[in-house]
C-alpha cells in the first residue's frame, strides 16, 4: 500500500514528538508498506518568523515573506529523515523545489497546478521514506511560494491524488472531527463519517481540523480521508463522499472569529454597482462571505458583507481609494464579530432547522446581525463576545451530545 500522511506542526513540535512519528510511521514500513510523509513547521515555528519578518519590515513584501516562511519546513523534513536513520530506516527529505509542486504566483496563497512525481517514485521504489515539505510549492519563475493556512493538508491531498495513494492520513492535536470544538463545547461527539460538502462546509466556517482547499481536493479527485490524533491511538473520522449520518439532522457546530463585516453606505441604486465593489476585492484576492443589500433612502442602498479580519485592513483601504467609483457616501468597518454555522445534509429533508437555530440564539438573549444560508448550512453573524456561547447553546438545542 502507499500511504501518505500528514503531521501539523504540534505533531514534530520538538524532539520526543518527532520520534514519536517517526516510531508510529516505522510500523506501517515494516509491514512493506510505501510511505510519503508531509510536515508542517515545528509547533508555532511560523509565527515566530511571521514576527521576525514583522520586525524589519510592519508590511514586508509577500515574495520575501514566502521565501522565508518555507525555512520553517525545511527543517521539519530534515530533522525527521535524521529520525529516521537513527532507527535504521532509509529516509529522504524533498522541498518543495526538489519534488517540483509547481503553483501559481500568488505569493502566500498560490494553488498547486500539478506535481511532478518523477523523484518521488524513484524514492519509494528504493524502499526510502519520503518526507515532504507541506504548506508550499515553486512558481513558473522558480520562486517558492506559500500555500495559505492549512497549506499542508492540501500538500498531503494533492500528493495522494497524483499518485493514486491507497489512503490519505492527516494527523493533528484532536482525534477526528467532532460535532463541535471540544474545548468549547465539552460534551461533542466525535462523528465516526462526514461526507465532503459537510466537511467542505465545517471547514470553511471555522472549524480547524481540516483545511477547506484540502476538501475541495480530495472530493474532486476522490480522495478519502481519515482525520486522527498524532498522540493516541483512538480511531479516527473519515471523509467521503456519502457518509452514513442521515440520522443525524445536524452534523456540527462551528464558530469562525477571524471575521469582520463591512458596510458600504449609501451607494446608488443602478445596475452595475455590487460588481464594481466585489469586482475590486475579487482582483486582489479578497474573499467575500455573507452579503446583505439593503435599500435606503433617496434612491441609495447599503451593502454590507464580511471578510476574513486579516483582509480587513487591505479591503478598507481598497474601497475608500475607489469610493466615487462605488458611489458610495461612506464605508465603514466592524470587527468584533463572530460566524457561528451549523451544516448538516439532515437539513434538505427537514424544515425549521432554522426557527430551532434562531430560536436558541434568541432564548439566550444574542442578537443576530445577519444570516446566510445554502442547502446544508446555515450561519449567523453575533458579537464575538457571544460566540463560545452561542456554540454551547445551538449544540445543546439540537442534542447533539446526546
Given at each position: 500500500?502507499?500511504?501518505?500522511?500528514?503531521?501539523?506542526?504540534?505533531?514534530?513540535?520538538?524532539?520526543?514528538?518527532?520520534?514519536?512519528?517517526?516510531?508510529?510511521?516505522?510500523?506501517?514500513?515494516?509491514?512493506?508498506?510505501?510511505?510519503?510523509?508531509?510536515?508542517?513547521?515545528?509547533?508555532?515555528?511560523?509565527?515566530?518568523?511571521?514576527?521576525?519578518?514583522?520586525?524589519?519590515?510592519?508590511?514586508?513584501?509577500?515574495?520575501?515573506?514566502?521565501?522565508?516562511?518555507?525555512?520553517?519546513?525545511?527543517?521539519?523534513?530534515?530533522?525527521?529523515?535524521?529520525?529516521?536513520?537513527?532507527?535504521?530506516?532509509?529516509?529522504?527529505?524533498?522541498?518543495?523545489?526538489?519534488?517540483?509542486?509547481?503553483?501559481?504566483?500568488?505569493?502566500?496563497?498560490?494553488?498547486l497546478?500539478?506535481?511532478?512525481?518523477?523523484?518521488?517514485?524513484?524514492?519509494?521504489?528504493?524502499?526510502?521514506?519520503?518526507?515532504?515539505?507541506?504548506?508550499?510549492?515553486?512558481?513558473?519563475?522558480?520562486?517558492?511560494?506559500t500555500?495559505?493556512?492549512?497549506?499542508?493538508?492540501?500538500?498531503?491531498?494533492?500528493?495522494?491524488?497524483?499518485?493514486?495513494?491507497?489512503?490519505?492520513?492527516?494527523?493533528?492535536?484532536?482525534?477526528?472531527?467532532?460535532?463541535?470544538?471540544?474545548?468549547v463545547?465539552?460534551?461533542?461527539l466525535?462523528?465516526?463519517?462526514?461526507?465532503?460538502d459537510?466537511?467542505?462546509?465545517?471547514?470553511?466556517?471555522?472549524?480547524?481540523?481540516?483545511?477547506n482547499?484540502?476538501?475541495?481536493?480530495?472530493?474532486?479527485?476522490?480522495?478519502?480521508?481519515?482525520?486522527?490524533?498524532?498522540?493516541?491511538?483512538?480511531?479516527?473520522?473519515?471523509?467521503?463522499?456519502?457518509?452514513?449520518?442521515?440520522?443525524?439532522?445536524?452534523?456540527?457546530?462551528?464558530?469562525?472569529?477571524?471575521?469582520?463585516?463591512?458596510?458600504?453606505?449609501?451607494?446608488?441604486?443602478?445596475?452595475?454597482?455590487?460588481?464594481?465593489?466585489?469586482?475590486?476585492?475579487?482582483?486582489n484576492?479578497?474573499?467575500?462571505?455573507?452579503?446583505?443589500?439593503?435599500?435606503?433612502?433617496?434612491?441609495?442602498?447599503?451593502?454590507?458583507?464580511?471578510?476574513a479580519?486579516?483582509?480587513?485592513?487591505?479591503?478598507?483601504?481598497?474601497?475608500?481609494?475607489?469610493?466615487?467609483?462605488?458611489?458610495?457616501?461612506?464605508?465603514?468597518?466592524?470587527?468584533?464579530?463572530?460566524?457561528?454555522?451549523?451544516?448538516?445534509?439532515?437539513?434538505?429533508?427537514?424544515?425549521?432547522?432554522?426557527?430551532?437555530?434562531?430560536?436558541?440564539?434568541?432564548?439566550?438573549?444574542?442578537?443576530?446581525?445577519?444570516?446566510?444560508?445554502?442547502?446544508?448550512?446555515?450561519?449567523?453573524?453575533?458579537?464575538?463576545?457571544?460566540?463560545?456561547?452561542?456554540?454551547?447553546t445551538?449544540?445543546?438545542?439540537?442534542?447533539?451530545?446526546?
Amino acid at each position: 500500500m502507499l500511504i501518505v500522511k500528514k503531521f501539523g506542526g504540534s505533531s514534530v513540535a520538538d524532539k520526543e514528538r518527532i520520534f514519536h512519528v517517526a516510531k508510529r510511521c516505522a510500523k506501517d514500513y515494516r509491514e512493506g508498506n510505501q510511505l510519503i510523509i508531509v510536515l508542517s513547521a515545528m509547533g508555532k515555528t511560523t509565527d515566530g518568523l511571521i514576527e521576525k519578518a514583522h520586525e524589519i519590515d510592519p508590511n514586508p513584501p509577500k515574495r520575501e515573506l514566502d521565501m522565508l516562511l518555507t525555512t520553517g519546513e525545511q527543517v521539519s523534513v530534515a530533522l525527521m529523515a535524521m529520525a529516521f536513520h537513527v532507527l535504521g530506516i532509509p529516509a529522504v527529505s524533498l522541498n518543495a523545489a526538489q519534488v517540483a509542486m509547481h503553483t501559481t504566483s500568488v505569493y502566500g496563497a498560490a494553488k498547486l497546478k500539478r506535481i511532478d512525481t518523477e523523484r518521488i517514485r524513484h524514492e519509494l521504489d528504493s524502499r526510502r521514506v519520503v518526507i515532504i515539505t507541506g504548506f508550499q510549492g515553486v512558481n513558473k519563475y522558480e520562486d517558492l511560494t506559500t500555500l495559505g493556512r492549512g497549506g499542508s493538508d492540501t500538500t498531503a491531498v494533492a500528493l495522494a491524488a497524483a499518485l493514486h495513494a491507497d489512503a490519505c492520513e492527516i494527523y493533528t492535536d484532536v482525534d477526528g472531527v467532532y460535532t463541535a470544538d471540544p474545548r468549547v463545547v465539552p460534551g461533542a461527539l466525535k462523528l465516526k463519517e462526514v461526507s465532503y460538502d459537510e466537511m467542505l462546509e465545517l471547514a470553511s466556517l471555522g472549524a480547524k481540523v481540516l483545511h477547506n482547499r484540502s476538501v475541495e481536493m480530495a472530493k474532486k479527485y476522490g480522495v478519502q480521508l481519515v482525520v486522527l490524533s498524532s498522540l493516541t491511538e483512538e480511531p479516527g473520522t473519515v471523509v467521503k463522499e456519502n457518509a452514513r449520518v442521515e440520522r443525524m439532522l445536524i452534523s456540527g457546530v462551528a464558530a469562525d472569529k477571524n471575521t469582520a463585516r463591512i458596510s458600504v453606505i449609501g451607494v446608488k441604486n443602478e445596475p452595475g454597482i455590487a460588481f464594481k465593489i466585489f469586482n475590486i476585492l475579487a482582483r486582489n484576492h479578497i474573499n467575500v462571505d455573507i452579503i446583505i443589500q439593503s435599500v435606503g433612502r433617496e434612491d441609495r442602498k447599503d451593502i454590507s458583507f464580511t471578510v476574513a479580519r486579516t483582509d480587513l485592513q487591505e479591503a478598507m483601504t481598497l474601497l475608500n481609494e475607489n469610493k466615487a467609483a462605488i458611489t458610495a457616501q461612506d464605508v465603514t468597518c466592524e470587527q468584533d464579530v463572530a460566524k457561528i454555522s451549523i451544516v448538516g445534509a439532515g437539513m434538505l429533508s427537514n424544515p425549521g432547522v432554522a426557527a430551532k437555530m434562531f430560536e436558541a440564539l434568541y432564548a439566550a438573549n444574542i442578537n443576530i446581525k445577519m444570516i446566510a444560508t445554502s442547502e446544508i448550512r446555515i450561519t449567523v453573524l453575533i458579537d464575538e463576545i457571544d460566540a463560545n456561547r452561542a456554540v454551547r447553546t445551538v449544540h445543546d438545542a439540537f442534542r447533539m451530545g446526546d
